[in-house]
């Protein structure tokens, strides 16, 4: 019979070392899911940052077209001044 109560001894050791296992890896799952709501938390984050500024480039792009046009059609105007005058100098003289 001790024969058998070594067994049990070794039984429960073992019983205890795997509860204490249990117990390691499921605070180490709440961890990992922890880190893994924190990381999507900053992925959202991040996504909508980069909306926002795509956003931003998008306008910035339309007003910069704009002006573009705007000078392209100022030159044109002062352009045609130059010629104006220049004819009119021509013929006045």
Do not use: N, P
Not at 14 to 24: G, K, P, V
Not at 61 to 82: G, K, N, P, T, W
Request: aromatic letters at 4%; a negative charge; glycine letters at 2%.
């Amino acid at each position: 019979m001790a024969k058998e109560g070594g067994y049990m001894t070794v039984a429960a050791e073992e019983m205890e070392e795997l509860r204490r296992r249990s117990r390691e890896l499921e605070r180490e799952v709440e961890e990992m899911k922890t880190a893994m709501l924190e990381l999507w938390r900053r992925t959202v984050m991040t996504e909508e940052a980069e909306e926002r500024l795509c956003s931003q480039l998008a306008e910035l792009e339309v007003e910069s077209l704009d002006q573009a046009r705007d000078y392209h059609d100022r030159v044109v105007f002062l352009m045609d001044q130059i010629s104006r005058l220049s004819s009119l100098s021509i013929v006045s003289s």
